[in-house]
């Protein structure tokens, strides 16, 4: 079956503009994650959604990254003002159920956000 | 959540068992071990998982030690395409499943 996707798959931009990342989950997954990962580093985490409420938003660096998910499947993150250090890969991750059981979190292939 | 400690990196002949160890001597009752891999330019892949029995599935196993402060991945016939970096997590069930990725170990499988 389709897994997780992501678009675009590049993002070239310029500094101070305005971003939207898109991120379509396995259906019937209810759990989303955002993951941030810079060049030579792991993924680190941005932000975790349970259906349409972000339960987890710890991960977001500052006020210019923000994330939606209106109906409980798509996400989108969206990023302001953008900056030189925001250039990174952006991932997703969606899992079947969400809070603290063990099933399987699932990637995206990532949408590499490059700010000039 | 625990932390990990992995080589930085590892080389492993091709047909070859490739062990690849984790320490996590912090680990805590209710944590369980994971492993992601991430090949070049792609999102990271789910390998396997366990709390303190050994695993297998038809990836890898997964030895835990008795103890539960260290872990050994074993990809058993490592082939070219097992070239990547390889994660190892802890992760509580009590969180939000969130993982908390460190360096990783880069594998490099060689002819």
């Known amino acids: 079956g389709a897994g997780v996707s992501q678009t675009p798959s590049n993002k070239v931009t310029e500094k101070g503009k305005y971003v939207e990342l898109r991120c379509d989950p396995i259906?019937?997954?209810?759990?989303l994650y955002w993951y941030r990962q810079s060049l030579g580093q792991g993924p680190e985490f941005l932000i975790y959604?349970?259906?349409?409420?972000?339960?987890?938003d710890s991960g977001l660096p500052n006020d210019r990254f923000f994330a939606v998910r209106p109906e409980g499947s798509v996400s989108t993150l969206k990023i302001q003002r953008t900056e030189r250090g925001d250039s990174a890969v952006y991932l997703c991750?969606?899992?079947?159920?969400?809070?603290?059981?063990?099933?399987?979190?699932?990637f995206g292939p990532g949408t590499r956000l490059t700010v000039l | 959540d625990a932390k990990t400690t992995q080589p930085p990196s590892m080389d492993c002949a091709e047909g070859r068992a490739a062990n690849l160890p984790c320490n996590h001597s912090?680990?805590?009752?209710?944590?369980?071990v994971y492993w992601y891999r991430q090949i070049h330019s792609q999102g990271p892949q789910y390998i396997i998982h366990?709390?303190?029995n050994n695993e297998t599935n038809e990836m890898a196993s997964l030895i835990i030690t008795e103890d539960r402060k260290s872990s050994t991945l074993i990809l058993p016939h490592a082939t070219l395409r097992d070239t990547a970096v390889y994660y190892c997590?802890?992760?509580?069930?009590?969180?939000?499943?969130?993982?908390?990725f460190g360096q990783g170990t880069t594998l490099q499988v060689k002819p």
């Open positions: 912090t680990i805590s009752g209710n944590e369980y």
């Open positions: 991750a969606s899992r079947l159920a969400g809070g603290g059981n063990t099933d399987t979190q699932y």
């Open positions: 366990g709390l303190k």
């Open positions: 959604f349970q259906g349409t409420g972000a339960a987890d």
């Open positions: 997590i802890v992760r509580s069930t009590s969180n939000t499943g969130k993982l908390i």
């Open positions: 259906s019937g997954h209810t759990a």
